[in-house]
């Protein structure tokens, strides 16, 4: 059977997706405003007990389709013990199209050009990739333990390598002091590194880590409203500009964001401007407080 340590996570768009648990917690676990993995340790899953899952999941789920890795970073493994459980799933699941899982910019600077082309091969197919912000003093402030350059050089060499990637940010991660430069600073990062889906959460502090996220961002605080939210990923749209003339499905539909916005960009840029414009004099079309989670 499928045995999972919780809690567990997996991005919306794996809902459907067969969910195999290769690492337990995250091997960073150090960003300030994320609580996900704070009650795990973080370890790697031998291989007789992930073979024994997908053994039982193959004949449990034969037309499996979808297969997400968890926990955290599962791209952190050695290339070798990754390459043997892609082989081992294709191999279990003769429908299977799609391998993902979560990563860090750091997991991306630790493999070889070549070691991210084998896994391209082997099915890893798309990484979910936290970028959080483009500004290195916000990365900084929240303890991301990571640079700019540093996620622009990891996501650039995981694209060449033939993988997709949907990468994350945080609107409001900045606060109001830094709310300008975190947006002008997250849509050059975005330009340059054109990933095939951008997702906009809204920040929203969990109590487990509210206070250790206001003491390491090592000055006050203040949090945006949903204007000042709106105005960030106004700024931060109209600041989009792909490179090479690429194209980025873009979403900010998550459940913490004030209103569901979807588009491609920058094709649909002054259609989403506009109705961020519409929404601030239209506060009773935003979704209630008690209804936003992160």
């Not at 799609?98 to 750091?106: D, G, N, T, W």
């Not at 709106?230 to 499905?249: A, F, M, R």
Request: aromatic letters at 8%; hydrophobic letters at 40%; glycine letters at 6%.
């Amino acid at each position: 059977m499928l045995t999972y340590i919780e809690p567990l996570y997996r991005p919306p768009s794996e809902a459907d997706s067969l969910i195999l648990q290769v690492t337990i917690g995250c091997s960073y676990n150090r960003c300030s405003f994320c609580s996900m993995y704070r009650t795990k340790v973080y370890e790697e899953r031998p291989w007789d007990e992930i073979k024994a899952e997908i053994d039982y999941a193959s004949k449990a789920y034969p037309n499996t389709r979808r297969v997400f890795l968890a926990d955290g970073d599962a791209l952190n493994i050695k290339s070798d013990y990754m390459l043997k459980i892609l082989d081992y799933l294709y191999r279990s699941f003769p429908m299977l199209e799609r391998v993902s899982c979560y990563a860090m910019p750091k997991n991306l600077l630790q493999k070889s050009k070549e070691e991210l082309r084998m896994l391209s091969s082997a099915g890893l197919k798309l990484l979910y990739i936290g970028i959080e912000s483009g500004s290195d003093i916000v990365l900084r402030k929240v303890t991301k333990g990571a640079t700019s350059k540093g996620i622009v050089e990891g996501c650039i060499k995981a694209k060449d390598a033939g993988i997709k990637l949907s990468c994350m940010l945080i609107l409001g991660l900045g606060g109001k002091r830094y709310s300008n430069e975190h947006a002008m600073e997250s849509a050059r990062v975005a330009s340059l590194i054109v990933p095939d889906y951008l997702a906009a959460l809204t920040l929203m502090l969990d109590d487990m880590v509210k206070e250790e996220f206001l003491t390491k961002f090592g000055e006050p605080f203040e949090g945006l409203s949903d204007n000042e939210v709106l105005d960030e990923l106004k700024l931060l749209i109209k600041h989009i500009q792909p490179s090479n003339d690429g194209k980025i499905v873009f979403r900010a539909n998550h459940a913490s964001n004030p209103y569901p916005i979807k588009g491609i960009l920058p094709d649909d840029k002054d259609r989403l401007i506009s109705l961020i414009d519409e929404l601030k004099e239209r506060p009773n079309m935003l979704r209630p407080h008690y209804l936003r989670r992160f």
